[in-house]
């Protein structure tokens, strides 16, 4: 359902914008659900970084990414973006697309669909 674009290496203080399409297949329409990004740094647990909700386009950032990273969605083109400025070596790590069980950006909403993640190395 879900595929990310947009992982490259980059020297730190550079910028990457990350896509992530989501197709609709049979029961899953992307502008119901609240998109969000997740990344894994190497030896470390995978962690939220940013959601938009579905119901008002509103965002939440996790504190190592704000005022850095921006993320927003095109629901003609049902793909979430990820703007990410001002990269420093300890955002290295495999990002992920997720879209949420719901409409909302809340802790208790869930993961439901996954993509298969795309690679960022940001070197020092």
């Known amino acids: 359902h879900l595929v990310e674009d947009g992982g490259e290496s980059v020297q730190s203080g550079g910028s990457l914008r990350l896509s992530c399409a989501a197709s609709?297949?049979?029961?899953?329409?992307?502008?119901?659900?609240?998109f969000g990004w997740f990344r894994q740094a190497p030896g470390k647990e995978r962690e939220r970084i940013s959601c938009?909700?579905?119901?008002?386009?509103?965002?939440t950032y996790a504190d190592p990414v704000k005022g850095r990273f921006t993320i927003t969605r095109d629901n003609d083109k049902d793909t979430v973006f990820l703007q990410m400025d001002h990269l420093k070596s300890e955002d290295t790590g495999v990002y992920y697309c997720?879209?949420?069980?719901?409409?909302?950006?809340?802790?208790?909403?869930?993961?439901?669909?996954w993509g298969q993640g795309t690679q960022v190395t940001v070197s020092a």
């Open positions: 609709g297949s049979s029961g899953f329409d992307p502008d119901y659900y609240a």
């Open positions: 938009i909700a579905s119901s008002d386009g509103s965002t």
């Open positions: 997720a879209a949420f069980r719901f409409t909302y950006c809340r802790d208790d909403n869930p993961p439901r669909y």
